[in-house]
């Protein structure tokens, strides 16, 4: 106890604390800790560990040099590591059987990790089994498993109830909870849209993994298989390759809707001319962006309703919009100029979160350091994020004059659900510094502000705004007038 006391703590990545969820539970037997160097070169290699094992992916945890320092794996005394939550609440420790520098001051620890404190787990914690609270309620036989990594609509329903039928199996049905989908749902919602579709599919049972994707099919699948074997899957439905693992794939067949009495069969079975092929993400996110419904030949309507309040269509979704631009660029007169229109149509809810403002009430103390500029445009990030996800819109004017950081906003805009929309305000900086509205470029010339954008500091022409305005072309009605065309024409506004 005293060790455990004494040991360093650290919070993992969201990836390794997936990845520690599935190790704690015994989803990822025969693993039981973090692997070591040999290990990691050997599954990159051959796709086994050292002992020959098989095993597809490396699962490793990284830490810092200051928490590595106080671990010493030869130590008996200093050799545990314990892993927290977010919150700091311990979730396992690790005993550090190896510590390896990987990169710039980050040190791998390998090691075989046992839970300290009970499991916590959040939204939908009744479908977050282990393998065997899930072995125990599954019957006798054949058991289906299919990983749901995306909502279940009816041609993803028919060919799980076909493939099932066909084998006579138990449905297992795994929702990967580690994070987004593909397409940009949240965990919760995808599980919520499985959850719906569940009465159109025979008797299933339905579980909550923490497994991401790796970006690497071939691995990906094999994990996958790893560890709907170590569920108690007999079988899985899956397009890829054939895999080992004591688990037989299901190859799903292509499915069409047929016309004629409105089922979904082999798509070789219906007359060309009978039949509709599936509809795209794309057409689907198009519908829903419009607020259209998603037709029932294709979607339960229970399904359709969950994407439904998950993307509401674009006038009433939450907004982000960044101006970004050298100081004096206009960013802020734009803004206030579009918050000004917006507040007199009433039609949405509007927060500004403007350069100057932001820095005296939430980043108060700040300077301009590349790390005070990086964490200011983070807080203006986040709390723009929290007015999205309530389905507003945020107005946001401050310089950002880093790429990374501006694309870090897009991610925690996106993660929420809702749309972000960059605008470059990119008056030329000789105009900026003519206008010189805050007497900053002459105080910047004369040595007076340091690390001042567009003279001591660097700006980062964006590649990827979605509107550019040169207000040295523009009068500031126009420039008002283009963002304003722009949100109509994308439907956050209505004409
Ligand atoms: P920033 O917020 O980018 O630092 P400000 O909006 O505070 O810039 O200042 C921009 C200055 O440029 C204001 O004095 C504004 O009146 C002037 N200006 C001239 N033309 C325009 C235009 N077309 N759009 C926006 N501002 C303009």
Not at 412 to 428: C, I, K, N, S, Y
Request: glycine content about 10%.
């Amino acid at each position: 106890d005293g060790v455990l006391r004494d040991a360093p703590s650290y919070t993992p990545r969201p990836a390794e604390l997936a990845d520690l969820e599935l190790l704690l539970s015994g989803a990822y037997a025969p693993l039981t800790g973090f692997l070591a160097e040999d290990d990691v070169a050997s599954v990159l290699r051959r796709g086994a560990l050292v002992d020959g094992t098989a095993w597809p992916v490396p699962v490793t945890l990284a830490v810092p040099a200051e928490v590595a320092e106080r671990l010493d794996p030869g130590h008996a005394m200093r050799r545990l590591l314990i892993l927290t939550d977010p919150e700091g609440a311990p979730v396992a420790a690790v005993e550090a059987t190896e510590l390896s520098e990987v990169r710039g001051g980050w040190f791998r620890v390998a090691g075989p990790v046992r839970r300290v404190g009970a499991p916590e787990h959040g939204a939908f914690r009744s479908l977050r089994l282990d393998p065997a609270e899930t072995r125990e309620l599954l019957p006798e036989g054949r058991i289906l498993g299919v990983i749901a990594t995306r909502p279940l609509h009816r041609p993803q329903l028919a060919q799980i109830g076909n493939a099932a039928r066909t084998i006579g199996a138990h449905l297992l049905i795994f929702v990967p909870v580690a994070g987004p989908t593909p397409e940009g749902l949240a965990p919760e919602v995808l599980v919520r849209t499985v959850l719906a579709a569940r009465e159109r599919l025979p008797s299933a049972t339905v579980v909550a993994v923490p497994l991401a994707s790796r970006g690497d099919e071939v691995r990906d699948g094999l994990l996958r298989a790893r560890v709907a074997a170590n569920y108690g899957a007999t079988h899985l439905l899956s397009t890829g390759v054939a895999v080992g693992g004591g688990i037989r794939i299901v190859v799903p067949r292509d499915l069409a809707y047929d016309n004629r009495d409105g089922q979904w069969r082999p798509m070789d079975d219906i007359p060309p001319r009978r039949r509709r092929t599936a509809m795209s993400q794309g057409e689907i996110d198009d519908l829903l962006d419009r607020g259209s419904p998603l037709p029932e030949w294709h979607t339960p309507p229970a399904v359709a309703e969950e994407l439904r309040r998950a993307r509401p269509p674009r006038h009433n979704r939450g907004l982000v919009l960044l101006f970004t631009g050298l100081s004096g660029a206009g960013k802020s007169t734009i803004a206030r100029g579009v918050g000004d229109a917006l507040a007199e149509s009433g039609e949405r809810t509007v927060t500004t979160l403007d350069g100057d403002v932001v820095r005296r009430m939430l980043s108060a103390g700040l300077g301009f350091s590349a790390e005070d500029r990086d964490r200011n445009i983070r807080r203006i990030g986040f709390v723009a994020a929290e007015v999205a996800r309530h389905g507003g819109i945020a107005l946001c004017a401050p310089i950002a004059p880093y790429a990374r950081t501006r694309a870090e906003v897009r991610a925690m805009v996106r993660a929420v659900g809702g749309d972000f929309v960059l605008v470059h305000v990119a008056t030329p900086l000789e105009v900026c510094e003519e206008r010189d509205r805050k007497g900053l470029y002459a105080k910047a010339r004369a040595g007076q502000v340091p690390a001042f954008t567009g003279v001591t500091d660097p700006y980062e022409v964006p590649t990827d705004a979605d509107l550019t305005l040169d207000t040295s072309k523009l009068t500031v009605d126009e420039a008002v007038d283009t963002v304003l065309d722009h949100l109509v024409a994308g439907g956050w506004l209505d004409a």
